[in-house]
């Protein structure tokens, strides 16, 4: 069974995340169970209510919203005493530090932040130097393609 860690939609991000989760499921045939969504406060790491997560569902796979929330709930599983990858597999987002450091490493999804923050820098810059009357229906969408960064979390 799949299962989708996040935070509480406070965040349009949360939110986006958790629609390509339910997105790819039924694009793959599965059916979204919500017993199988844990959803956390953005704020906080809670390991008391992901070991009883855990402890409660039979899982097999797991997305997390961002990396903290995957190396807690792989620490989780292995205190269960379930091995990574063999036994449950985890995904995460956001290709930071403890990534890379986490035992094992975490197989993340690549956002490209610091690109992100060039582009919108330079839109941002070039509607302040514009002549053009902006309103509040006028945008510029630019779409950043992420990549899967396949570590030990996963069996490749």
Known sequence: MWTEVTTENYFNVSKKRAEGYWKA?????????????????YTEVNDAVIDDFFANHQIDAVLCVNEIFAISCMRSAQKKGLRIPEDISFIGFTNGILSKYATPTLTTVEQHGEK???????????RVESEVDYDEET???????AQIVERDSTVH
């Open 139 to 145: 945008y510029t969408t630019e779409i950043i393609s």
């Open 116 to 126: 992100m923050g060039e582009v919108a820098a330079q839109l941002l810059i070039e």
């Open 25 to 41: 499921l039924k694009d793959n045939g599965l059916d979204l169970n919500e017993d199988l969504i844990l959803k956390l406060p």
